[in-house]
């Protein structure tokens, strides 16, 4: 079967479309043709061209990884594959779709699938199951449409342990390196924290599964052997598994690798040892949490790290040579502006603001607690509709912010950034 | 996939005046928009916004139309239009009606908490001080309708040291003789360059740039007005349709224009170009980028002049300080690979103070010394560099270099144990090798090398080395008949190897075929005629071929040369008796070293 993935980030430049190629390269070890679209601010994509691609692959199946800030985009997309070829199954995964309202079915009409779980095991139950005539409807993972205003949820699916059951999305050639100087890595996914605002942790069921570090380490080798020079580790917590995150960190020494790395993690899961061995396998950026400066703002997130262990990791991190990037946000429950204030002065004693270091306002996502009971963490939402498919985000204000107040801590933000403000991570 | 074809990124269309081709058919800039990015920018020129407001407003309504349609499509509406005097308030109408007419695609945003896909950024032009103070006011009304403009000036009004963003402009362009197209064009390449130079993904490639210029006034088309334009009536009808779908015709012929000498040029003048617009607008930094990748791009085509120009206005420039440095270093690279030893190592030397924790930058020093043979020195710098932690791309490199300059020390296990260690399999790499094994006195797996670096394709240059070596292999295994293929072919590919000629001499004498052996000395001598050596070896041909008198006269020549060649001396005292035998002479008499 001919399947089309696109990673769609209209208003960035394009990365490496990590997620879609791991599902490229699931299918294509299973024998499917398929073609990875990754469309960023630069790319040349009109709608004459995009009739090509979609004449050219002759796709059964077009993919989307939706997020919130590219839903808009991507509902244009799929109308265009629609009107292109009705037959076109398309599903939507990502993010955004995991814990997407059903109802959003029919707001997107033009939408078959809605992946809901892991997509490695979902595409391949969608395309076998439209390999077999789509007989015994709903595919298990999806919410399936069954016609214009009918759909159904699928049985739930398991997603497997061992993340090194998965091919490599570069060892299988499934991505295009040419010209790319940065490889955005997976070396394990899920979190089993419970910060209200994060989607990961509901996402992975609060459980951490990780590629062997046999894997992580050829995947490494191979790429800087082609002339990659820095590694994103995308992981949400590196040095979760501690002695594991060192395996890789000595294997990277022993291997030669002399790449610049990028990587997160928390506060509390790093020490002087650890911070030490980084700095000399090359980790170039540590990413920590912060969130907020406020004890007590931060004890109702679920966080459960404080200001000062952050700022010891900052010295320790520094200490070694390591720049530091800090996350916080803005906007969150019991945050008053003086709170908010007190975070962006804590920052800058801390680290110079640009990057990921930019805060951000608070984002509702679906599938988070604090999306799910917004109204009990002081959330007052702006809009009182909104398409079914879009969470509330960024349109809210709280019981101790008004938006004025939010969007003059945004600006303060702004006037404090080395660089406008723009951040890498969202 | 990052790019996926010629699509265009911006439309310029210049309105017609009453004397011009008329305005465009309706229905046209709606096809033209399908070949459009799905982030356009649209340019309606206008010398008369009031004049021209009818076909403007028909242009906007098309383009709505447009993103009504394809809801993947993003537009920026660019009104390009002078500002002229007591004409305030029919602007301030004209822009509230453009306002109102995004306003589904403003709600629709808002709605998906992300940028409204009709955007309008007016570019307001001013040639006078006075039309400069009446932008800025109109300027600031936009800006409360939460439009962001640009200005466009001649150099005529004084600007008084302004800067776009602080006048809250989204840039301030400069016209030149050129005028509003030749500016924004400009700007244009500026920002597609900056791009470029800033993206991690996809590497440059030559590609004309991506926009259409149509020309309601002339009444033609074309990617840029310093290319070929074609009639506008193209346009029109289903022929564009057609053309779109991959005909020949009209849209296509344009779109399919590719870049050449011409774009090359244009580049080449967009630093300077752009120079003033970028102080005003405080990007100095990323002209200094696009610059700097314009020159390694020219030096990924091995055009050395255009990289030097750009590379040298980099390292000059104050603006760009972590750039200086690896410019410096680039430009060193550019100067080693046209053999200017001196002014690489100038440059490179500069670099070092910029970048004095840089792997790179000794191991191009390095280079030079390696270039000017001084394989003490390079080696030296080699491993410095290594010590320092040389990046992957160059690890090789280095290596390969570090080995050869051992094997022409004669430290042939030390390059032995570096070639080893390079990953990147070369015909260099095998011959050094070879020639490594052969110094050890490993002729076997010299000449296994050897094959090798024939197997992967040696450059002309180094085939006569690699021969030779082969030969020289072989005679040293005592396959004196098997070596005289290789050394013939080593003479083929360079008849003025003199040690090919001895060697291949030395191998002829063992088969006992003189006269050949004799002709190979011969050449020899007429390569190196003060070599002692070759008088002998045709001494002693001559004297297995029994003309003693001749062999002595070569064997005293010989000496003449080097008194100290003893086997010379030997065989001079052997042939000398053998000579006396057959005269019935007596010896001379030897009274030994004079006791004291």
Known sequence: ?426 | MSVLGPELKRVYIILSDRTGHGALPRGVLRRILDHVNHLGDLYLISEDLLRDWGQMLQLLDEAAGFLHSCGFSRLNLRPVHPVRAGKTRELADIYRVVGQMGGSFHKEALGHQVASRWVVLPVLRAQSDEEVRKARAVARFLRSRLILPSLSVSPMPRLQGAQGRHWGLERILLEDKGGPLDALMTNALFDDLREWASSSVGGFSAKACPGLVVDCVRGVMGRCNRLEMVPLSLLSDGRLQEAGEGSSAGLARVLKNGADERCLRCWDELPMRIRETARWNRMEEEAGTVQYQLGLFALSRKDLDRARMHLEAVAGSASLAEGRGEALIYLGMLHLRRGDIHDAREALTRACSLLPGSASVIYHLGRCEFEERDYIAASDLFRKAMEMGIGPELEDDLRLYLGICHVRLEEFSEALDVLGSVERQSATLHFYRGVALSGLGRPEDALESLNRAMALGAEPVDLAAIHFYAGHCLKEMGRFLDALSPLNMALEADPRSYEAWNLLGYCLFRLKRHREAIGAFMKALELAPGSAVDHANVGSNLRDLGDLEQASRWYRRALKLDPTLVWARENLSKVEDELRRKRCEPPPLDFGPERS
């Not at chain 1, 509902?75 to 009107?83: D, N, P, Q, S, T």
């Not at chain 1, 997509?119 to 709903?138: F, H, N, R, T, W």
């Not at chain 1, 061992?162 to 996914?189: K, Q």
Request: aromatic share 8%.
């Open chain 1, 1 to 426: 079967m001919n399947v089309l993935l696109m990673e769609v980030n209209p208003y960035v430049p394009c990365s490496l479309p990590i997620s879609i190629g791991y599902l490229a390269a699931v299918l294509q070890a299973r024998g499917h043709r398929v073609l990875t679209l990754n469309v960023g601010e630069g790319t040349r994509l009109s709608p004459c061209s995009f009739r090509g691609i979609l004449s050219d692959t002759k796709p059964a199946l077009v993919g989307f990884a939706a997020y919130q800030r590219n839903m808009l985009i991507i509902r244009g997309l799929m109308r265009a594959v629609k009107e292109f070829d009705p037959s076109i199954r398309v599903i939507l995964g990502g993010p955004q779709a995991t814990f997407m309202p059903s109802e959003a079915m029919a707001d997107l009409l033009d939408v078959d699938y809605i992946c809901r779980g892991e997509g490695e095991v979902v595409i391949q139950k969608v395309v076998e199951a439209m390999d077999s005539g789509e007989k015994g409807l709903p595919v298990a993972g999806t919410t399936t449409r069954l016609s214009p205003s009918q759909w159904a949820e699928g049985a739930a699916v398991d997603a497997p342990e061992a993340l090194d059951l998965y091919p490599s999305p570069f060892l299988s050639g499934v991505l295009e390196l040419e010209g790319l100087g940065e490889a955005i890595m997976l070396t394990s996914r899920g979190c089993p924290y419970r910060c209200v605002f994060c989607y990961t942790p509901m996402a992975f069921g609060h459980r951490v599964r990780y590629h062997s570090v046999g894997r992580v380490l050829e995947e490494m080798e191979w790429l800087y052997r082609r002339g990659i020079q820095r590694f994103w580790l995308a992981d949400p917590s590196f040095s979760f598994a501690r002695e594991r995150s060192e395996e890789i960190l000595r294997g990277v020494l022993k291997k030669g690798i002399r790449a610049g790395i990028w990587l997160e993690t928390r506060a509390d899961l790093v020490d002087e040892d650890l911070v030490r061995l980084m700095a000399m396998a090359g980790v170039q950026t540590l990413a920590l949490g912060l969130e907020s400066a406020s004890e007590r703002v931060l004890d109702g997130l679920g966080k459960g790290i404080s200001p000062r262990r952050v700022r010891q990791a900052v010295e320790l991190a520094r200490g070694q040579g390591i720049d530091v990037e800090l996350f916080s946000q803005y906007g969150l429950p019991g945050e008053r502006y003086e709170d908010a204030l007190q975070t962006l002065e804590f920052v800058k004693g801390c680290v110079a603001i640009r990057g990921n270091t930019n805060a951000q306002q608070m984002r509702l996502y679906f599938g988070t607690p604090i999306h799910d009971r917004f109204e009990a963490f002081g959330i007052r939402p702006l809009d009182r509709q909104r398409p079914s498919y879009i969470s509330i985000g960024v349109r809210y204000e709280t019981r101790w912010m008004t938006s004025q107040e939010i969007h003059r801590i945004r600006d303060l933000w702004r006037e404090a950034s080395l660089d406008g403000g723009r951040r890498m991570v969202s």
